[in-house]
């Protein structure tokens, strides 16, 4: 049976290693989520714990022998111009984002292309890739992201034309959320109101070409992925007093490391990147 995690009145601190365990093939059953509604916050490593401890309902952190957080390093590709930045920092309903997702301990690699629904959902459309392309668009890859932002970006957009311009890497641990039942007795909601959670530490970012790297020591970054409504996961963050962030891997770091205009992001790229002594982190 799956422990439960304490109701928000008896808060206790729970950790990533104290939680039982949940494969992969079940998390893709319940919560594979391509489609979602994404929230995203910003909070220090040292209050996680305590969230963790607050939610109303069942947690289980994937594992995947034996390991419970899984290293990631993504190459994202833009227009010259860079549209795809642009766009989603200035609010746009139709943009995009390419990249490839490499996950580091298997070195299985993806070309994913990320775009928004008119109803602010968004939509992930994965394609294998190899592992030794990671860095570049091969012509398959190409043709794999135009079909996409035509049909549901914007027609305008030349993805022949994206090239790699900003390199991440951090660590991530992936949880699976199910709420309790609204009576008592039923035991646990059915599987579509499960939801997933991703936490992202140590994350690090470098242009390509250039050594500088930026890092964000001491915070993590919190993903509630789900439906339109708020998970219990989010419910449990709002009591802790954390809101949603702007928080966009692609657009802070692009933002801090290039000096750009940061857009909707100003606010954690003058809070949390701004800072010099934070550059060149190992």
């Not at 890092?215 to 954390?242: M, N, Q, Y």
């Not at 962030?245 to 770091?253: A, D, E, F, L, N």
């Not at 000096?259 to 809070?271: G, M, S, T």
């Amino acid at each position: 049976m799956t422990a439960l995690a304490p109701h928000p009145d008896t808060v206790t601190e729970v950790s990533l290693d104290a939680l039982p365990a949940v494969g992969l093939p079940e998390l893709l059953e319940r919560a594979a989520l391509q489609t979602r509604v994404d929230r995203k916050y910003l909070l220090g490593a040292d209050r996680l714990p305590a969230v963790l401890g607050a939610v109303d309902g069942s947690l289980r952190v994937l594992e995947i022998d034996g390991r419970r957080d899984f290293g990631y390093r993504s190459t994202y590709f833009d227009t010259p111009a860079l549209d795809g930045f642009l766009r989603a920092g200035r609010g746009r309903r139709r943009r995009f984002k390419v990249r490839t997702r490499t996950y580091r301990e298997s070195g299985e690699t993806w070309l994913e292309v990320k775009t928004r629904t008119a109803r602010g959902e968004t939509v992930k459309d994965r394609l294998p890739y190899d592992l030794a392309d990671a860095g570049r668009l091969t012509d398959a890859g190409r043709d794999f992201v135009a079909g996409i932002v035509a049909d549901r970006a914007a027609g305008e957009v030349d993805a022949t034309a994206l090239v790699p311009v900003l390199h991440t890497r951090y660590r991530r641990a992936t949880v699976l959320v199910t709420a309790r039942a609204d009576r008592p007795g039923q035991g646990l909601v059915a599987a579509p109101d499960a939801s997933r959670v991703t936490i992202d530490s140590g994350l690090a970012w470098r242009r390509p070409g250039s050594e500088e790297r930026l890092s964000l020591p001491g915070e993590v970054v919190v993903e509630t992925k789900g439906g339109t409504r708020p998970s219990v996961f989010d419910h449990a963050l709002w009591d802790a007093g954390v809101r949603p962030s702007r928080v966009s891997k692609y657009g802070v770091g692009l933002a801090a490391l290039d000096d750009l205009p940061a857009l909707k992001w100003h606010r954690i790229v003058n809070d949390y990147l701004s800072n010099p002594p934070e550059r060149n982190q190992p």
